[in-house]
């Protein structure tokens, strides 16, 4: 594997601070598995395609949530008697 092949692997410090979140929130997202990691000895590492991913999703669910909130309110339809 030649250094263009070298996957890039951040530090959780590294992903915290791409974040702009506290270390142990970025902890906290990859040992509950909400960011894929792997374990290297006692260290955690995000490779930098999965944290990319991670943003990737976040953002489009910030687009279907305001996709949801320009739809409208629903009009209910009730039976008449």
Sequence with gaps: MND??????LTVKE???TLRVHYRTA???VTSGE????RIGKQWRV??????EFIEDGWKEVQKS???MHSGPKQLKLPLE
Aim: net charge positive; charged share 20%.
């Design 4 to 9: 263009s092949q070298t996957p890039v692997l």
């Design 47 to 52: 490779h930098q395609s999965a944290l990319l």
């Design 15 to 17: 992903v915290a601070s």
């Design 66 to 68: 305001k996709k949801r």
């Design 27 to 29: 902890y906290r997202m």
């Design 35 to 38: 960011l894929k990691a792997i």
